[in-house]
């Protein structure tokens, strides 16, 4: 059974900095694509960051987070991270992770998410 653990969350001043891990255990880890997502309160859940699987390393985000978050994953680990530099009060959610099976583009596999609160 794929779990995925997040950690990592809390409350930070805007400007600071946060690293979000999640663990992921009951997969091959290094096949699977990663990603984070984020839900703030009252809004849809929307695409953060992504990582393609094996040892390519490539990356994805959207596109008004490029050079503020940057996704990295410890294939060794079975842990995916998310480090969120320069916060500010819009990035307050819930942060999930995620994971996509082998030859699929579908999210199948979510975590149960932990909070960041932002405050200005």
């Known amino acids: 059974q794929v779990q995925l653990v997040e950690s990592g969350g809390g409350l930070v001043q805007a400007g600071g900095s946060l690293r979000l891990s999640c663990a992921a255990s009951g997969l091959t880890f290094s096949s699977y694509r990663m990603g984070w997502f984020r839900q703030a309160p009252g809004k849809e859940r929307e695409f953060v960051a992504s990582?393609?699987?094996?040892?390519?390393?490539?990356?994805d985000y959207r596109d008004s987070l490029k050079g503020r978050f940057t996704i990295s994953r410890d294939n060794a680990k079975n842990t995916v991270y998310l480090q969120m530099n320069s916060l500010k009060p819009e990035d307050t959610a819930v942060y999930f992770c995620?994971?996509?099976?082998?030859?699929?583009?579908?999210?199948?596999?979510w975590g149960q998410g932990t909070q960041v609160t932002v405050s200005s």
């Open positions: 995620a994971a996509a099976p082998p030859g699929r583009s579908t999210w199948s596999n």
């Open positions: 990582i393609s699987s094996g040892y390519s390393y490539y990356t």
